[in-house]
């Protein structure tokens, strides 16, 4: 809305209204005492004035208004920061629903995937009005996924999975950006969020190639890389079976726990002996370089899809 006065950046989702509410209240608070300060500071240098006349008293400290200066702007410092800090914590809640869409920063492109399986780079196609969910994570550098008309930006992280998320309430086509330098090409990489009506993204979606989706091509790398000799039931067992390990709680050789999150997941693939579950050898070796963080994003879609004994402890 108030982008309508010239000052603001396109908005094209709710966030992006109450981010501009809270700087419109910046802006207007910083105009006040600005124009207080300037015309106290005109009108004190004319009444006060070199003259002939006899000098007035010099003062000397004033307990009252030393208090009144530190007091106020202490209750409108706090003001903004609990404004500031309600709308970051409010946002940080991912909505249940809303469609998953996994993204990879690199060197120096954008990959995403929609659930269905479409993939795109450098572009984006989602529906208005609909929660978009991101797991985002990076190849190599930290890249940052910054869409201003969303007022959405955040850090793109490799080893880490941030979970993020934005509902746009506009249709058209959106500039995104990365907004953290990571190299040479830094400012190429450079898309565009289009953001449709939802028949329209259905439309969009079925007539793109699907290919496998995210599960699919992680059931496929479970067999091809062969992880299913060791992990499935019923293998000869060198290692856990998998079926409801996500999100379980392991007990580690040499004592300490961990929850089987993204994190830990990612970290047995790439350095299993790091954390190795309780009752078993360290014989896995590591895939560090024969699976890319797009494959380890599939391999987490199937895992979560593994239901069985999701009993919490170990087999
Ligand atoms: Cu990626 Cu800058």
Same mark, same amino acid.
């Given at each position: 809305?108030?982008?309508?006065?010239?000052?603001?950046?396109?908005?094209?989702?709710?966030?992006?209204?109450?981010?501009?509410?809270?700087?419109?209240?910046?802006?207007?608070?910083?105009?006040?005492?600005?124009?207080?300060?300037?015309?106290?500071?005109?009108?004190?240098?004319?009444?006060?004035?070199?003259?002939? %006349?006899?000098v007035?008293?010099?003062?000397?400290?004033?307990?009252?208004?030393?208090?009144?200066?530190?007091?106020i702007?202490?209750?409108?410092?706090?003001?903004?920061?609990?404004?500031?800090?309600?709308?970051?914590?409010?946002?940080?809640?991912?909505?249940?629903?809303?469609?998953?869409?996994?993204?990879?920063?690199? *060197?120096?492109?954008?990959?995403?995937?929609?659930?269905?399986?479409?993939?795109?780079?450098?572009?984006?196609?989602?529906?208005?009005?609909?929660?978009?969910?991101?797991?985002?994570?990076?190849?190599d550098?930290?890249?940052?996924?910054?869409?201003?008309?969303?007022?959405?930006?955040?850090?793109?992280?490799?080893?880490?999975?941030?979970r993020?998320?934005?509902?746009?309430?506009?249709?058209?086509?959106?500039?995104?950006?990365?907004?953290e330098?990571?190299?040479?090409?830094? %400012?190429?990489?450079?898309?565009?969020?289009?953001v449709?009506?939802? %028949?329209?993204?259905?439309?969009?979606?079925?007539?793109?190639?699907?290919?496998?989706?995210p599960? *699919?091509?992680?059931?496929?790398?479970?067999?091809?890389?062969?992880?299913?000799?060791?992990?499935?039931?019923?293998?000869?067992?060198?290692?856990?079976?998998?079926?409801?390990?996500?999100?379980?709680?392991?007990?580690?050789?040499?004592?300490?726990?961990?929850?089987?999150?993204?994190?830990?997941?990612?970290?047995?693939?790439?350095?299993?002996?790091?954390?190795?579950?309780?009752?078993?050898?360290?014989?896995?070796?590591?895939? *560090?370089?024969?699976?890319?963080?797009?494959?380890?994003?599939?391999?987490?879609?199937?895992?979560?899809?593994?239901?069985?004994?999701a009993?919490?402890a170990?087999?």
């Amino acid at each position: 809305m108030l982008e309508k006065l010239g000052i603001f950046p396109e908005a094209a989702s709710e966030f992006a209204d109450q981010v501009d509410y809270l700087y419109f209240f910046l802006i207007g608070v910083t105009i006040f005492f600005v124009t207080v300060i300037v015309a106290a500071l005109a009108y004190l240098s004319v009444r006060y004035r070199h003259r002939r %006349s006899p000098v007035p008293t010099p003062v000397h400290g004033s307990i009252l208004l030393e208090l009144t200066w530190s007091g106020i702007p202490l209750v409108i410092a706090l003001f903004i920061f609990g404004w500031g800090a309600k709308l970051y914590i409010e946002h940080q809640d991912m909505p249940p629903d809303g469609i998953e869409i996994s993204v990879t920063g690199k *060197q120096w492109m954008w990959k995403l995937q929609h659930p269905s399986g479409q993939r795109e780079i450098n572009a984006l196609h989602v529906p208005v009005g609909v929660p978009i969910l991101l797991t985002m994570t990076s190849e190599d550098v930290i890249h940052s996924f910054y869409v201003p008309a969303f007022r959405f930006k955040r850090d793109v992280v490799p080893g880490v999975y941030t979970r993020a998320h934005f509902t746009a309430d506009k249709t058209g086509s959106f500039h995104l950006f990365c907004a953290e330098y990571c190299g040479t090409d830094h %400012s190429v990489m450079i898309g565009k969020v289009v953001v449709m009506e939802p %028949s329209e993204y259905e439309a969009w979606l079925s007539g793109q190639p699907a290919g496998e989706t995210p599960v *699919q091509a992680g059931e496929r790398l479970f067999t091809d890389l062969r992880c299913n000799t060791c992990h499935a039931a019923g293998s000869d067992q060198k290692g856990p079976d998998l079926a409801g390990v996500f999100g379980s709680k392991r007990l580690l050789v040499g004592g300490g726990e961990a929850i089987a999150d993204e994190e830990y997941i990612r970290e047995s693939i790439l350095r299993p002996a790091r954390k190795v579950v309780f009752g078993y050898e360290p014989l896995m070796p590591t895939y *560090q370089g024969q699976v890319n963080e797009t494959q380890i994003l599939s391999l987490m879609a199937y895992l979560k899809t593994l239901g069985g004994a999701a009993e919490g402890a170990n087999p």
